[in-house]
Nanobody, 126 residues
Framework: QVQLVESGGGLVQAGGSLRLSCAAS????????MAWFRQAPGKEREFVAS????????YYADSVKGRFTISRDNAKNTVDLQMNSLKPEDTAVYYC???????????????????WGKGTLVTVSS
């Protein structure tokens, strides 16, 4: 079992930056591909970014590519999402998710995720 807790959300003006962090429990954290999803008010949850269990491969949604960076530190059991050049449309609750053990980072479906955090709110003002 894996428990995920997100932190780092808050209020920021357009063009600013935030860094989200996801703390994971368990002794086999490195075996999981990890991902970030988000859900804006009144919209469906969507994929944001993912990273392989080794941390060597990443994938991003077109809407955030070039602005967001996902990273992980398996020694600390954490996954981060650095968000730069934030836009009002980035406003959403951001969720950390983990795949099944040794799952692929390239599978970005919600159904591929085995564990979810409760989310952290990011609000970007114009």
């Amino acid at each position: 079992q894996v428990q995920l807790v997100e932190s780092g959300g808050g209020l920021v003006q357009a063009g600013g930056s935030l860094r989200l962090s996801c703390a994971a429990s368990g002794r086999t954290f490195s075996a999981y591909a990890m991902a970030w999803f988000r859900q804006a008010p009144g919209k469906e949850r969507e994929f944001v970014a993912s990273i392989s269990w080794s941390g060597t491969n990443t994938y991003y949604a077109d809407s955030v590519k070039g602005r967001f960076t996902i990273s992980r530190d398996n020694a600390k059991n954490t996954v981060d999402l650095q968000m730069n050049s934030l836009k009002p449309e980035d406003t959403a609750v951001y969720y950390c998710a983990a795949s099944s053990p040794f799952g692929s980072y390239s599978d970005t479906r919600e159904g591929a995720m085995a564990y979810w955090g409760k989310g952290t709110l990011v609000t970007v003002s114009s």
